[in-house]
């Protein structure tokens, strides 16, 4: 490195080391719940701890309470147990604080940290943030206050052991940071659907910003509460058959060999007002509908409200898949799908603050990527992820200028943690194999389906 790149380098490690502090409103949470002055285990504390556990790929309580006994001992109070060494191991106070913490601060805690994030990369376009909203379900522990709140599914053969919860998490384009997702119940009663937590997603979302989401979303109810709603541009992909009736009602603008834009004033069917019968009785968008047919062969069918062309607007979504890695890291790679929490409050806790871990790590990955020159996602999030782990979180305490020195060898392992570049090889889409949560049907053993095979007479010979 030069000269003018080693204090930039400095300049940027300095801010790492200062990052936990700054993005914590210490001042607010402590508000939020107050405690006494011999308290080990504070918010603020507590909180680091639960999104240490996710960090540490879902660790258990206790071993994350030896964790930051042993590496961590800056994050505790000044506290005359923590001075002496006599501060109990055992997980049952950090369990209780765990219990008291309140969800407000939690949400408050992960949507303070996902803001200062989001704030230090570039806006997309013009000004505007993108946000990509997809949807997931979680199992959880198969606990009796979990069955009532998230109803496992059920079918003519019976009903499962899991409880099953629905997320719908939206993600900031350029950071990939996600923000605190809405929940809820994927069956049951109360049962609720991504259409339906689209709504709370649009409200919570920054001013003017841009939203992409697949077919699933591209319906009049959606798209009003994002525009109208939410203020918000939007870039929905649509179903074939949705295409095809909302062409029917639109103006030709444009057609070229591989595309065509109408232009639509697009109202609300019976059956959208049916099934949303809050939507006003003017209610109405005007939007822009484009086909185009891709390279492969694929008719790739649009509706959005921002200025594009045909082609503008399917580059533009073919952003959109990049929140299928996003998902699959915070679910499968950081193990959220491994929550052990027992009662639906904790559950959402520990959701937020994995969080919290997700965009840290993503922090860490962008820091990493200014080393090696390259856009964030061509690192691997694993393997950066792993670094984080092993540089950072097990890191015994040391001084300011030891620390720059450990996080500089950790952002510059991270940066040659590259994915596999491989233009020449190509793969179609395909989803990854799922757990059945469906219980299936059991044979009932008759004369007629028995046979030696299933059941023998006799063990076989040796």
């Not at 007002?273 to 047919?293: E, G």
């Not at 395909?430 to 008759?446: D, G, R, V, Y």
């Amino acid at each position: 490195m030069d000269a003018t790149e080693q204090d930039l380098f400095e300049e940027e490690l300095k801010s790492a080391f200062e990052l936990l502090r700054s993005l914590t409103p210490a001042h607010e949470l402590l508000e939020m719940a107050p405690l006494g002055p011999t308290a080990v285990y504070t918010t603020l504390v507590t909180l680091w701890m639960l999104t240490m556990q996710r960090l540490n790929g879902g660790s258990s309580l206790a071993a994350v309470i030896k964790a930051v006994q042993t590496f961590s001992k800056d994050l505790l109070p000044d506290n005359k147990r923590v001075r002496d060494g006599t501060l109990s191991k055992s997980s049952a106070a950090y369990s209780e604080a765990r219990k008291r913490l309140p969800i407000e601060a939690a949400e408050f805690f992960a949507r303070s940290v996902c803001n200062s994030l989001v704030d230090r990369t570039p806006s997309w376009f013009r000004n505007q943030r993108a946000y990509i909203i997809d949807g997931t379900t979680i199992t959880l522990s198969a606990t009796s206050a979990l069955r009532e709140a998230f109803p496992p599914a059920k079918n003519q053969h019976g009903v499962t052991s899991w409880p099953i919860l629905m997320l719908l998490v939206a993600h900031e384009l350029q950071s990939g940071c996600a923000i605190v997702p809405e929940i809820g119940a994927m069956y049951g009663d109360e049962n609720t659907s991504e259409a339906k937590l689209a709504f709370a997603v649009a409200k919570r979302l920054p001013a003017r910003s841009i939203v992409m989401a697949d077919s699933g979303f591209g319906i009049f109810s959606v798209s009003h509460a994002m525009i109208r709603g939410g203020g918000h541009d939007i870039l929905f992909r649509l179903t074939k058959s949705r295409y095809k009736a909302m062409r029917r009602m639109a103006e030709l603008v444009e057609e070229t060999e591989t595309s065509t834009k109408h232009r639509l004033r697009w109202v609300p069917s019976a059956y959208d007002r049916k099934t949303n019968p809050d939507l006003p009785a003017d209610a109405v968008l005007h939007v822009t509908l484009h086909q185009t047919q891709l390279e492969s062969g694929e008719v790739l069918m649009l509706v959005t409200t921002l200025p594009y062309s045909s082609d503008d607007a399917a580059n533009a979504y073919s952003c959109r898949y990049t929140v299928e890695h996003d998902i699959r890291d915070l679910k499968v790679t950081m193990k959220l799908e491994e929550i052990r929490a027992q009662s639906k409050e904790m559950v959402l806790k520990e959701i937020m603050c994995s969080v919290v871990a997700y965009n840290l790590v993503l922090e860490f990955r962008r820091q990493a990527a200014k080393i090696a020159k390259l856009p964030p996602r061509r690192l691997s999030f694993t393997q950066v992820w792993t670094t984080f782990e092993i540089y950072l979180i097990h890191q015994p305490p040391c001084s300011d200028s030891k620390w720059l020195e450990v996080y500089e060898k950790a952002l510059i392992i991270a940066s040659k943690d590259i994915l596999p570049n491989r233009p020449n090889r190509k793969h179609p889409r395909t989803a990854h194999s799922k757990q059945n949560k469906w219980p299936k049907a059991l044979k009932k053993i008759t004369p007629e389906n028995t046979t030696k095979t299933e059941i023998p007479e006799k063990p076989p010979p040796k």
